[in-house]
C-alpha cells in the first residue's frame, strides 16, 4: 500500500495524508460526490476531478500489484524463479513491463521454436550465441536425425536460429530498446486503400506521414475509423538500421552473418508486428483519453446548462413526411397537450399549423417555443419566427440540440413515462423540458447519444461510459435534487442511490405522497443508515418543516448549523426569508472549534444558509432567445454574431449562430495568443462573438474567428 500510496502522490502532486485518507473513504464505501463534498477536512479538500483520478490510479495500481504476484506466482511454479528476476518485477512500473518479463516464460502455443526444441535443437542454439569460435555446421552435423525430421545440416541451423530469434524477441530489455526507438523516431504512414470514400473524409490521410511523438489524438481516431472502413491502410514506420544496430551491439560478440540473419528474422518476424500493436494500442487508448476529457468537458457544460424555469413551453420535433409533432408543457415540466401539424413539405399546410399552434399557444400562455435542430428545423424555425411575428403576447423560440431525443422516445423509460404518446410527441416533450431543465432531461439518455463527442462511437465503450457517468453523477450532486419532483432517472445518480433504491423512492411517494422530511427517507425500501448518510445532503425538500432539509446542509451537521444561528443572533425563519446576517462571523477557526467542525464545513454551511436552494447553474450563460430568422443568404464575410457554442474538439469548436447549420471556430482563431486546448477559451454553451471569416453557401462551410471581436 505504501508504494501505491507514494505513486498516486508523484502522479497527482497531492499530499501523502490525502492519499491515504481518500483511499480509506474509498474502501470504506464513500462515493466520490460525497467524499468531495462532505469529507473535505479528511482530504484537504480535493475536488471531484483529482478525486476520481485518484479513483483511477488506485484501481490501476492495485491491479499492477496483483499482476506481479500472479506473475511473480507463476514464474515461481516453473521453478525459475531468481531474486534478480523477482526483483525486476516488484520494480517495474507499467503492466506493459510486467508482460514484458514474463513473456519468456508464458506457456506459448506450438511456435517454430518449440517445435525446435522439440527437435532437440536447444543445445545447438546455446553454442551458436555463445560465439566463441565454434564451427557451427560442423556442430550441426550431429543434430541431423531423420526421426526428428532434421534432414540436414541447414534445417538444424534453422531451428536453432528459431530458438534464438524467439529467445531475442522475448528479452524485455530488448523490447524497451525498440519501442522506445520506434515511438521516437518512427512514424505514423497512411494510405489510400480500395475502400470508397465518397464525401472525401479521409482525404488528407490518403498519403500522410507524421512522427509518431507527434501526431495529435484526433488525427489518431480519425485515421483509425477510416481503417476501420476500410478506406485507409495504417502501418508504423522506422529505420529499422538503427534497430539492427542497437541489437547487434546487444547480442553480437564479433561479425557474425548469421546472428544477423537472426536478428533481422526476430526484428521483422517476431517483435515489429507486436511492438506496431502495442504502440498504436498505446496512441489509440491516449487519444481516446483525450477525447474523452473533451468529452467529458463538453458534457458537464451541457448538463450545467441554465434552466429556463417556471416558463410555459411548446416543444417542437420537426420532419417533413410525418409532420411537426407538437407537445405543451408547464413550468413543472407537465405535458398539458400534445399534437400534429404539417407545415413543412410536402404537406405545406401552413395556414392550418398557424391555427392550432397559435391556439395552443393562447390557451396555454405559451412563452418560449422549443424547436429541436434535426430533419426541417430550418423549415419549422422559418414557420415559428412568422407565427410569433403575429401574436398579441410576446413569445420567443430556442433551437435546442435535440440529440439523443429520438433514443430516448424509444426507450423504456419513455414508454413507461408517456405510456399513451407515441415516440414523437415523446420526442417533442423531451425538447421542450431540456429546455426548462438540461440536466434533469438528459439524465434519461446515454450521454454518448447527445452528440457533443468526438469518436466517441470507436472507443472502450465500458471505459467511456464509466467515465461519463462519473461526468453526470458528480453533475446531479453539484446542483441537488428535489426528490418530491426528481424522476427515477435523476435519482439513480444521487450519491449512494441505486437503481433498485431510486424505483423505491418513486413508489413511496406515490403511496404516500410528497416526503416532507429528510429522515423519512429511511422508511424507504433498502435505503438504510449507509445509504442515507451518502445521499440525504444531496436531496432536498423545498417544503419540509426543518428548513436544512431544503439546503445542502448534511444531516450530521445540522446540530453545528443551529449553533452558528444561535451564535449569530440569526433563526430557521431567517434563512426562509433569506435574510440571514452572519456579518459576525470574523474568525471563522474560533467559531468553527466552537460549533464542532472543520472551518471547510464552517464555511460551506455559510454558503448555504446565506443562500438556501441556490443553483450554482444560474451563473451559466442562459439560451439566446430570438424572435426572428437568419438565413445563409444574409450571412457575409466580415459579419459579427452571437452564437452558441455546441460541441469542441481537439481543433477547436462548433458554433450556433442559427442558420441550421454550425460553423468552426479553428483553435488557431480563438486567441490572439497561443492555447493548446480550446476547453481554456469557451465552454459547451458559451454565448460567444464570432466574424465569419470564410463562408461557403454550396458547400454549408461557415469559418469564424474570435480574435478581436467584442
Known sequence: MDKIVGKIVSDLGIRENQVIATIKLIDEGNTIPFISRYRKEMTGGLNDEILRDLYDKLVYYRNLEEKKEDVIRLIDEQGKLTDELKKSIEEATTITEVDDIYRPYRPKKRTRATIAKEKGLEPLAEVIIKQDGTDIEKEAEKYIDEEKEVLTVEDAIKGASDIIAETIS????????????????????????????????????????????KVPGHRILAMNRGEKEKILSIKIDVEVENIYRKLEYKIMKKESKLIKDIIEDSYKRLIAPAIERELRNDLTEKAEEGAMKVFKGNLEQLLMQAPIKDKVVLGLDPAYRTG??????????????????????????????????????????VDVVS?????????????????????????YYVIVNEAGASVYSASKLATEEFPNFDVGTRSAASIARRLQDPLAELVKIDPKAIGIGQYQHDMNQKRLSETLGGVVEDSVNS????????????????????????????????ENGKFTSRKELLKVAKLGPKAFEQSAGFLRIPEAKEILDSTAVHPESYKAAKMLLDITGNTAEDIKAKKV????????????????????TLEDIISEIEKPGRDKREDMPKPILKSDVLSMDDLYVGLVLDGTVRNIVDFGAFIDIGVHQDGLVHISQMSDTFIKNPMDIVSVGDIVKVKIIEFDKDRGRISFSMKGVN
Do not use: W
Open 479 to 510: 446542483v441537488g435534487v428535489d426528490i418530491n419532483t426528481a424522476s427515477s432517472s435523476l435519482l439513480e445518480y444521487v450519491s449512494g442511490i441505486s437503481k433498485v433504491i431510486a424505483k423505491n423512492i418513486i413508489e413511496y411517494r406515490k
Open 170 to 213: 522475448d528479452n524485455a530489455d530488448y523490447r524497451k530498446i525498440i519501442r522506445k526507438e520506434t515511438f521516437f523516431n518512427g512514424f505514423v504512414v497512411s494510405n489510400k486503400a480500395k475502400g470508397e470514400d465518397e464525401k472525401q473524409v479521409y482525404e488528407m490521410y490518403y498519403e500522410y506521414k507524421e512522427m509518431i511523438k
Open 324 to 365: 411537426c409533432k407538437i407537445a405543451v408543457v408547464d413550468g413543472t415540466g407537465k405535458v398539458l397537450d400534445n399534437t400534429v401539424v404539417y407545415p413543412t413539405p410536402p404537406q405545406n399546410k401552413v395556414e392550418e399549423a398557424n391555427k392550432v399552434i397559435k391556439g395552443l399557444i393562447e390557451k396555454y400562455n
Open 371 to 395: 424547436i429541436g435542430n434535426g430533419t426541417a428545423s430550418r423549415e419549422a424555425e422559418e414557420f415559428t419566427a412568422n407565427l410569433i411575428k403575429n401574436m398579441d403576447r410576446v413569445v
Open 581 to 600: 446576517d452572519l456579518s459576525k462571523v470574523n474568525n471563522k477557526s474560533e467559531i468553527a472549534e466552537q460549533i464542532g467542525v472543520g472551518i471547510m
